[in-house]
Every structure is written in C-alpha cells, then in structure tokens.
C-alpha cells in the first residue's frame, strides 16, 4: 500500500488524494515525523515539503512529481491525453495553478488569525487572485475539456474551497468568471472531486473555526 505524508488541511496533500482516489488506489497516511517543518522530517524530505510518497523504496517528494509518477505507474484511468499537444495544455493548466494562482492564495496565509493584517493588503491581494481567475478564464476558454480528470484539473478544486472561505474570513469578493464557474461546477462533478472535498471541507471549515481570535 502507498504511504503518504500530509497534515490534514494541506492543499496540496488534498490534491494528491484527489488523484488517488480517481485511480482506486489504497494509501495510508502519517503524519510527518517531528511535525511539519521539523529536522526530523528534513532528514527524511530534504526539501521539508508535503506530501511525501512512499513506494516500497522509493520516497518521492512534490505534488507534481508524484502524480506523473503515479500516472505512469497506474496508467488507468489516464491523468493526461495521448496527443503530445494536448498533454502540454494539461501540464500548462496544472503549473498555471501551481505557480499563479495558488501562491497568489497561499500570500494570505501568514495573515490568518490571530495575525493582523493590513486592509490595504489584503484588497490588493484579492484584486491579483482576481486578475488570476481572469487568466484562467482565457485558458479554460483555450478549449479545455472536463469529461475526464486530468493531472491538470486536480488542485483546483481544493483552491477554489480555500478562496470561498479566505474570501468571507477577509470580507474581500471573489469575482468568478462564467468560464470558472462553469469549469468548477463541472469537475466538482466527477466522483473522486466530491468524495475529497466531502471529506476536505469540513475539515477546513473546523481548522480556520478553531483559529484562536484577540
């Protein structure tokens, strides 16, 4: 059985469990010796990040490495098209989420309570994860297709849960584009998407609840 190591509100450990569960694999998951961020973890995960796999011998490290190399591994059903193309666009849509939008989201964090924060910040923030929702628009709007899960599609609908709730815990609005709401209606629909997020949200929903307030 696969190992993996997540904390339990971890976007990305999330987006990795979608994955698994659209292949029908079975893992088990630990928590990352000596807690997150811990030496204890840094000599097993030299980079400190998470999740980690384990596979019999092989400890793999990033989200994006690990689901290329569970796609090849466990190539049914497929994550990415046959068309050399087309697996370009998907590999595009899964980095535009990686290195756009989901940073421009993860900004945020270091200010949830009980840090303070500027007004200003976060206005200006939201105006850039707003101007992302736009440029994903214009690639969703490129000719995505959402009948089958791709690698491209797994971590947004994690990020998408996270801007719903840091959009009302930082009283800013989210402006979703048509072709944005109609991709995340659409890929909530596929069967591994609800069973994570059933399991994710209240999860989520709990953790940023029990934050303590001043």
């Not at 900004?107 to 309570?113: G, Q, T």
Request: glycine share 6%; net charge negative; with cysteine.
């Amino acid at each position: 059985m696969l190992t993996i190591y997540t904390i339990p509100v971890s976007l990305y450990c999330a987006k990795l469990r979608l994955l698994l569960r659209h292949k029908g694999l079975g893992w088990q998951e630990i928590a990352p010796p000596g807690g997150y961020g811990s030496k204890e973890y840094g000599q097993l995960v030299p980079a400190g990040n998470l999740p980690a796999l384990k596979d019999g011998d092989l400890l793999l490290s990033d989200s994006e490495a690990i689901a290329e190399y569970l796609n090849e591994k466990y190539s049914m059903p497929a994550m990415l098209p046959d068309d050399i193309s087309a697996r370009a666009k998907i590999r595009q849509l899964s980095r535009f989420h990686d290195t756009r939008l989901e940073p421009a989201v993860r900004a945020l964090f270091a200010y949830l309570p009980p840090s303070p924060g500027d007004p200003a910040f976060f206005e200006a923030q939201f105006t850039i994860i707003n101007t992302r929702l736009q440029q994903l628009a214009q690639v969703l709007e490129d000719g995505h297709a959402v009948e089958e899960l791709t690698l491209g599609d797994c971590g947004f609908p994690i990020t998408f849960v996270w801007l719903d709730a840091l959009s009302s815990l930082f009283e800013q609005t989210i402006e979703w584009p048509e072709a944005v709401a109609d991709y995340r209606s659409k890929i909530e629909q596929h069967a591994a998407v609800a069973a994570e997020l059933s399991d994710y949200v209240p999860k989520l929903t709990r953790w940023l609840a029990d934050l303590p307030r001043s």
